[in-house]
Nanobody
């Protein structure tokens, strides 16, 4: 069992930056591919970014490439999402996600692959 808790959401203006963090419980954090997904009102939950269990592989949705950066600290059981140049269309609830991975460089991007979800943190981008 893995419990995930997100931090760092809030209200920012277009062009601003925000850093989301996710803290995981337990001693098996290093065996999970970690990811961020988001869900805007009236829309399906969608993939944002993911990082392999080793941290050596990452993947991003096209809509956030070049603006968002995912990172992890296996010693600290944390994963972060640095969001720069935020746009109003980035407004959503952001969810931390953990997917068990047997391979150190595999990245999972599908919502159906996720084993554990956090409760979510709201990000609002508005002028």
């Amino acid at each position: 069992q893995v419990q995930l808790e997100e931090f760092g959401g809030g209200l920012v203006q277009p062009g601003d930056s925000l850093r989301l963090s996710c803290a995981a419980s337990g001693h098996t954090f290093h065996t999970y591919c970690m990811g961020w997904f988001r869900q805007a009102p009236g829309k399906d939950r969608e993939f944002v970014a993911a990082i392999s269990r080793s941290g050596r592989s990452t993947d991003y949705a096209d809509s956030v490439k070049g603006r968002f950066t995912i990172s992890r600290d296996n010693a600290d059981n944390t994963v972060h999402l640095q969001m720069n140049s935020l746009k109003p269309e980035d407004t959503a609830v952001y969810y931390c996600a953990a997917t068990f991975s047997r391979l150190s460089r595999t990245v999972y991007t599908a919502t159906r692959s996720v084993d554990y979800w956090g409760q979510g943190t709201q990000v609002n981008v508005s002028s």
